[in-house]
Nanobody
Framework: EVHLVESGGGLVQAGGSLRLSCAAS????????MGWFRQAPGKEREGVGC????????EYADSVKGRFTVSRDNAKKVAYLQMNNLKPEDTAVYYC????????????????WGQGTQVTVSS
């Protein structure tokens, strides 16, 4: 059975940092691109960043470029989202997702999804 479990969310002040983790099980993690998405209340879900399975290349939303970094540890089957210089507008539920294939594209269907973790940034 496939599981994606996010952790590391919480409350942080503006300008602070958080690192989210996504622990994967039940599928060949190293064959999947990993993506991070978020959904704020009353807004549509948006892609934040992703990392390929093949060469570690990635794609980021313009709103987080230079502040957020996606990484992965294939041995541990964990994907990470490092978030620096957080802003109140980053407040959302953050989800990780997995897509079979070597490369990542934010705006593509993903095969598996986690349940999400709340990130709240206070001003």
């Amino acid at each position: 059975e496939v599981h994606l479990v996010e952790s590391g969310g919480g409350l942080v002040q503006a300008g602070g940092s958080l690192r989210l983790s996504c622990a994967a099980s039940g599928f060949s993690f190293h064959d999947y691109a990993m993506g991070w998405f978020r959904q704020a209340p009353g807004k549509e879900r948006e892609g934040v960043g992703c990392i390929s399975a093949s060469d570690g290349s990635g794609e980021y939303a313009d709103s987080v470029k230079g502040r957020f970094t996606v990484s992965r540890d294939n041995a541990k089957k964990v994907a990470y989202l490092q978030m620096n210089n957080l802003k109140p507008e980053d407040t959302a539920v953050y989800y990780c997702a997995a897509d079979l294939g070597p490369y990542c594209i934010l705006n593509m269907p993903y095969d598996y999804w986690g349940q999400g973790t709340q990130v709240t940034v206070s001003s």
